[in-house]
Each structure stands twice: as C-alpha cells, then as structure tokens.
C-alpha cells in the first residue's frame, strides 16, 4: 500500500522559513520522481519542485532560489526547504509521485501559513 506522509508546515512569519518531510512507503521510492505541489485557498493545485531518482532538483519560476528540494533514499523521505517565505506561499502543500499502473499517489498535505 502506498504511503505519503507530509509533516512539517505550520504558521510562519514572512522571511522565515520552514522544511517540509515526505515520509514514502509502498513503493521503490529510491527509482520514483518525487514532487512538492501546493493549493492556495480558491487557486488551483500547482506543481512547485520535484527531484528525480538520482537527486536532480527542478523548480517552478516563483520559488527559485528560495525552496531546496533533496531526498534521503535510505530514509525514503523527500523534504522541501523553504526559506525567504512569502504570503503568497500560504497554501496546502502535498507530497506526490506516479507509480505506473496506479497512476497519481499524494500525500495528505501539509498547512503552511505565512503572515505579513
């Protein structure tokens, strides 16, 4: 059975920072691309990091340079670094891979709160 486990948000000031963990079971994870995405309140989910098997890190625009994204496949855990944060990173945000033949697995997610 496949598992993600989000730990980690909670209420922040801007420029603070947060490191969000993804504990993964149920699957090869150290062969899986893992994914952070994150929901505003009212905005559609959105794609913010994701790391391949081998440690790669890929970011969307807004978060360069603020968010680190790495794994630990010996702990199957994925985490997100979040510093600098903004209002505007206020949202929901969940762990996610894709296992062939069962298709989109996310997490339960995770609140960040970040206050002006």
């Known amino acids: 059975q496949v598992q993600l486990v989000e730990s980690g948000g909670g209420l922040v000031q801007a420029g603070g920072s947060l490191r969000l963990s993804c504990a993964a079971s149920?699957?090869?994870?150290?062969?899986?691309?893992m994914s952070w995405y994150r929901q505003a309140p009212g905005k559609k989910r959105e794609w913010v990091a994701g790391?391949?098997?081998?440690?790669?890190?890929t970011y969307t625009d807004s978060v360069k340079g603020r968010f680190t994204i790495s794994r630990d496949n010996a702990k199957n855990t994925v985490y997100l670094q979040m510093n600098s944060l903004k209002p505007e990173d206020t949202a929901v945000y969940y762990c996610?891979?894709?296992?062939?033949?069962?298709?989109?697995?996310w997490g339960q997610g995770t609140q960040v709160t970040v206050s002006s």
């Open positions: 996610h891979t894709f296992i062939y033949r069962q298709g989109d697995c």
């Open positions: 149920g699957f090869a994870f150290s062969s899986s691309y």
């Open positions: 790391i391949s098997s081998g440690g790669s890190p």
